[in-house]
Nanobody, 125 residues
Framework: QVQLVESGGGLVQPGASLRLSCAAS????????MGWFRQAPGKEREFVAA????????YVGDSVKGRFTISRDNAKNTVYLQMNSLKAEDTAVYYC??????????????????WGRGTQVTVSS
């Protein structure tokens, strides 16, 4: 059974940094692209970032471009989201997801097969 477990969320002040981790198990991690999404209260789920199977290719959404970086360690079955210069509007529950194998680096939630339960990130002074 595939499991994705996020960690690293918390309460931080504007301008701070956080690194989220997502530990995967249950299938061969390096065979699947991975992604991060977020959902704020009252808002739709938003794509944040995606990374290819090898980790060579990445893509981040416009709202976080230049501040967030996605990476992965296939030896540790873990994907990361480094978040810098955090803003209040980054407050959300952050989810990692494992992609359907037919997609190289999807940005749409429906192209992902498995999801974690999420970790809360709150940016507030």
């Amino acid at each position: 059974q595939v499991q994705l477990v996020e960690s690293g969320g918390g309460l931080v002040q504007p301008g701070a940094s956080l690194r989220l981790s997502c530990a995967a198990s249950g299938r061969t991690f390096s065979n699947y692209a991975m992604g991060w999404f977020r959902q704020a209260p009252g808002k739709e789920r938003e794509f944040v970032a995606a990374i290819s199977r090898s980790g060579i290719s990445t893509y981040v959404g416009d709202s976080v471009k230049g501040r967030f970086t996605i990476s992965r360690d296939n030896a540790k079955n873990t994907v990361y989201l480094q978040m810098n210069s955090l803003k209040a509007e980054d407050t959300a529950v952050y989810y990692c997801a494992s992609a359907n194998p037919q997609y190289r680096m999807p940005t749409v939630g429906g192209m992902y097969d498995y999801w974690g339960r999420g970790t809360q990130v709150t940016v507030s002074s």
